[in-house]
């Protein structure tokens, strides 16, 4: 079945770095949209980026604009999500997920994604 484990979560101090990763089993990796979510206490999932199954289109959100990096590596089945600059605002539940079907839409939106992994917690303190 379908799982998606989330980890490199921590506690960083503002504008510091981070690096999420994703570890993805039981579908073909390179065939499926992915995208990284995150959602803060209180407020709504929002889309923070997403990556085709060939790594070869990506989109962000407006907070991760010039801030993050999302990627992908398919030999090791593996999504990643660079944060650099990172603001107290960044800090919330990250969540990986994948879309439905191969040819699914690749988006940033949470209503796009069927399979989610459990999170991973990123704080940013000031």
């Not at 790594?55 to 010039?66: E, V």
């Not at 040819?103 to 917690?121: L, V």
Request: with cysteine.
């Amino acid at each position: 079945q379908v799982q998606l484990v989330e980890s490199g979560g921590g506690s960083v101090e503002s504008g510091g770095s981070l690096r999420l990763s994703c570890a993805a089993s039981g579908f073909l990796f390179s065939s499926y949209c992915m995208g990284w979510f995150r959602q803060a206490p209180g407020k709504e999932r929002e889309g923070v980026a997403s990556i085709t199954g060939a790594g070869t289109s990506t989109i962000y959100g407006d907070s991760a604009k010039g801030r993050f990096t999302i990627s992908r590596d398919s030999a090791r089945n593996t999504l990643y999500l660079q944060m650099n600059s990172l603001k107290p605002e960044d800090a919330a539940k990250y969540y990986c997920a994948r879309v439905r079907f191969s040819w699914g839409r690749c988006s940033t939106s949470s209503g796009d994604y069927f399979y989610w992994g459990q999170g991973t917690q990123v704080t940013v303190s000031s």
